[in-house]
C-alpha cells in the first residue's frame, strides 16, 4: 500500500532562518506531488506542484521554493523565513500522468511558526 | 485565477440529524470534485467525489450532489456522529500545464452537539 511521510511534524524557526521541509511517498510510482500551505481557519492554497523528478511549477510568487530530487521525495525550503510563512504545510501526492483526475493523498502536515 | 468557494463558514447539528455542507464553485470547465475531511492537526481525508457526467453519488453515510447549472456542490452527512465534528472542504480539479490540480475551497466547521 501506498504511504505518505512528512517531516518535522512541528517546527519554531526565528525570523531570517531558513528552511526545509521533506516528504517522501511509497508504494507508487511517478506521482505528482503538491505542497499546499493553510494559514490558521483558512483553506488549502497550493504552493508547488510537479510531475516528475526536477519538474516544479509554482502556484504563487514567494518566499519559498521546491525541489524533487528523487521520484518520491518533495522538499520545500527557503532561504530566510519571514512572520507571514507561518502556517500549517500539507505535502500530497496523486497518481501522475497528464489528464488524469482522482483522489489527493495528504501526509499528516507540518505546523511552521516563525518568530 | 477562479476559486471555490463555501455558503457558510460554521454548521452546529444536533447529533442523529442530518447535515447538508455547501459548496460554489466558479470553473465550469471543472470536471471533477472532491469532498474532504480534516480533523484539527491532521492532513484532511477523502470523504466522496463525483465527476461532472454525474450529479449523485452516495457512499456510507454521505451523498454528494452536483448542479452544473448553478454550479453548486453540496456533502450530505446522514445521522451526523459526534465524530464526524470537523472542517470540510471541497475541490475542484483544474487541468493545469502538465497536471491536473486540485484547488480547495475556505472549508465549513461542522460541530456536532450531543
Known amino acids: 500500500s501506498q504511504t505518505i511521510h512528512q517531516w518535522p511534524a512541528t517546527l519554531v524557526q526565528p525570523v531570517g532562518s531558513p528552511l526545509s521541509l521533506e516528504c517522501t511517498v511509497e508504494?507508487?510510482?511517478?506521482?505528482?506531488l503538491y505542497w499546499y500551505r493553510q494559514a490558521a481557519g483558512r483553506g488549502l492554497q497550493l504552493l508547488f506542484y510537479?510531475?516528475?523528478?526536477?519538474?516544479i511549477s509554482s502556484e504563487v510568487p514567494q518566499n519559498l521554493s521546491a525541489s524533487r530530487p528523487q521520484d518520491r521525495q518533495f522538499i520545500l525550503s527557503s532561504k530566510k523565513l519571514l512572520l507571514s510563512d507561518s502556517g500549517f504545510y500539507l505535502c500530497?501526492?496523486?497518481?501522475?500522468?497528464?489528464?488524469?483526475?482522482?483522489?489527493?493523498?495528504f501526509g499528516e502536515g507540518s505546523r511552521l511558526t516563525v518568530l | 485565477g477562479e476559486s471555490v468557494g463555501l455558503h457558510l463558514p460554521t454548521l452546529s447539528v444536533q447529533e442523529g440529524d442530518n447535515s447538508i455542507i455547501n459548496c460554489a464553485y466558479s470553473?465550469?470547465?471543472?470536471?471533477?470534485f472532491i469532498w474532504y475531511k480534516q480533523e484539527s492537526g491532521k492532513g484532511p481525508q477523502f470523504i466522496i467525489d463525483?465527476?461532472?457526467?454525474?450529479d449523485k453519488r452516495q457512499g456510507q453515510r454521505v451523498t454528494v450532489l452536483l448542479n452544473k447549472t448553478v454550479k453548486h456542490l453540496s456533502l450530505q452527512i446522514a445521522a451526523t456522529q459526534p465524530g464526524d465534528s470537523a472542517v470540510y472542504f471541497c475541490?475542484?480539479?483544474?487541468?493545469?500545464?502538465?497536471?491536473?490540480?486540485?484547488?480547495f475551497g475556505t472549508g465549513t466547521r461542522l460541530t456536532v452537539i450531543p
Open positions: 500530497a501526492w496523486r497518481d501522475g500522468g497528464t489528464g488524469n483526475t482522482g483522489e489527493l493523498f
Open positions: 508504494g507508487t510510482s511517478n506521482p505528482n
Open positions: 510537479s510531475v516528475g523528478i526536477g519538474q
Open positions: 470553473n465550469s470547465a471543472s470536471d471533477y
Open positions: 463525483i465527476r461532472s457526467n454525474m
Open positions: 475541490a475542484e480539479n483544474m487541468d493545469q500545464t502538465g497536471a491536473n490540480n486540485l484547488f
